[in-house]
């Protein structure tokens, strides 16, 4: 089974702060990579497809980068709105699918 | 316009069977490369994949709760039923089921239900 690890847990940032998280992943998942937002009490949202391919309807401040193992999700400029949960996700075609533990971007 | 919307028992019993529906609108289960699946959270805690099942009836499962889980599929009524066995108070969680499409990630979920186990 292919396992995914998340840093950090927990991230500390202001409004306008450049925030990034790693996903990594155990074996090679190739750009099988998802990103999503989670606000409480409320779905996952799409953000990030094939580990860089953004989703429609989501703002350009979100990029997504990396391959094989590594992946990182960039917020570049951090707004209110972004305080949420972040959770990767691998997919590797036709196979099983796996979350991250997730990382709480939380106002500094 | 994609929805969907899970329904189901807020409370079950341990050792009772669960069984879930999820039934969506905006597409079809029997269009090439289209998937639903299921996706738990227990209070607080991370998102885990349970099963999905596509198109052409192929079935995938988490390895760790395999033999607990059936997911099934009727096109006609445009609906998904996860069924799963032996509940306990660990699977206390939010049941959220989600749309695939060409095998791609979940890009629309339903609003999720709160499934408690307890005697």
């Known amino acids: 089974d292919i396992q995914m690890t998340q840093s950090p847990s927990t991230l500390s940032a202001s409004v306008g702060d450049r925030v990034t998280i790693t996903c990594r992943a155990s074996q090679s998942i190739s750009s099988w990579l998802a990103w999503y937002q989670q606000k409480p009490g409320k779905a996952p949202k799409l953000l990030i497809y094939?580990?860089?391919s953004l989703e429609s309807g989501v703002p350009s401040r979100f990029s997504g980068s990396g391959s094989g193992t590594e992946f990182t999700l960039t917020i570049s400029s951090l707004q209110p709105d972004d305080f949420a949960t972040y959770y990767c996700q691998q997919y590797n075609s036709y196979s099983l699918l796996t979350f991250g533990p997730g990382t709480k971007v939380e106002i500094k | 316009q994609i929805t969907l919307k899970e329904s189901g028992p807020t409370l079950v019993k341990p050792t009772q069977t669960l069984t879930l529906t999820c039934t969506f609108s905006g597409f079809s289960l029997s269009t090439s490369g289209v998937g639903v699946g299921w996706i738990r959270q227990p209070p607080g805690k991370a998102l885990e994949w349970l099963a999905l099942?596509?198109?052409?009836?192929?079935?995938r499962y988490s390895p760790s709760l395999r033999s607990r889980l059936t997911i099934t599929k009727d096109t006609s009524k445009n609906q998904v039923v996860l069924t799963m066995t032996n509940m306990d108070p660990v699977d206390t969680a939010t049941y959220f089921c989600?749309?695939?499409?060409?095998?791609?990630?979940?890009?629309?979920w339903g609003q999720g239900t709160l499934v408690t186990v307890s005697s």
């Open positions: 094939k580990a860089s």
């Open positions: 099942i596509y198109w052409d009836d192929d079935k």
């Open positions: 989600a749309h695939s499409d060409d095998y791609d990630p979940f890009d629309y």
